[in-house]
């Protein structure tokens, strides 16, 4: 149990394009979501956390009109990089915790976002 | 962000020995996690810590919740080739979406 995949895996895109990316608890019902970003041989860093049918909590620093998260359902959230551009090509991960599990995340796979 | 200190920040050992790795916070936590992180996937929770003081394994992994409540330890014993990655530990406290507060990661290899 406690699956967690996202879509897609690996994406290129060009400078300036907008690119979504699916985070999806397989089987549980996940309130919240957790949304990171990694560079190389970097440790992981929040960029927000994601409650269902409310508004995503940013942390500092995070531009949330750059970054679009949508949590329409107890199952899936969305991440939107908009006019994406270089510097923001980097490995984003999306996490949920379990309801029940109180204090454990699980995570996705992640997405290799790629920004010519 | 807030980030926890983590130490060696890198290992190289020989297949067969055992590996020791830690933790510090200048602030409590009421949970420890360790997580290994393969290249290119996402972290993936080894040991879970919910009391001061707690050892816990899980196979040939040990782990402590320090008495303190500031640092945690993580023991791999009789290390194997695919214990290969990228270790981390994170700290969480109840409330705030209990978001995790990450190590900046132990990276081991392991030489046949």
């Not at chain 1, 400078?15 to 979504?20: D, E, F, H, M, Q």
């Not at chain 2, 020989?14 to 360790?34: A, H, R």
């Not at chain 2, 879970?48 to 008495?67: D, H, P, V």
């Not at chain 2, 993580?74 to 214990?83: F, G, H, R």
Request: charged share 15%; proline share 4%.
């Amino acid at each position: 149990g406690a699956v967690v995949s996202q879509h897609p895996s690996r994406v290129i895109c060009k400078s300036g394009t907008s690119v979504k990316i699916e985070c999806r608890s397989l089987d549980f019902q996940a309130t919240t979501m957790f949304w990171y970003r990694q560079f190389p041989k970097k440790s992981l860093m929040l960029m927000a956390t994601s409650n269902e049918g409310s508004k995503a909590t940013y942390e500092q620093g995070v531009e949330k009109d750059k970054f679009l998260i949508n949590h329409a359902s107890l199952t899936l959230s969305t991440l939107t990089v908009t006019s994406a551009h270089p510097e923001d090509s980097s490995f984003y991960i999306c996490s949920a915790r379990v309801p029940g599990a109180v204090n454990e995340q699980f995570f996705g796979p992640g997405t290799r976002l790629t920004v010519l | 962000g807030q980030q926890l200190n983590q130490s060696p920040q890198s290992m190289f050992i020989q297949e067969g020995e055992d590996v020791s790795m830690n933790c510090t916070s200048s602030s409590i936590f009421n949970t420890w996690l360790w997580y290994k992180q393969d290249p290119g996937e996402g972290p993936v929770l080894l040991i879970a810590l919910y009391k001061a003081g707690e050892l816990t394994s899980n196979g040939r992994l040990t782990a402590q919740f320090g008495i303190t409540r500031k640092d945690s330890f993580l023991n791999i014993s009789a290390s194997i080739p695919s214990d290969v990655g990228i270790y981390f530990c994170a700290g969480q406290n109840a409330g705030n979406n209990r978001k995790l507060i990450w190590g900046l990661g132990t990276s081991l290899a392991v030489n046949p």
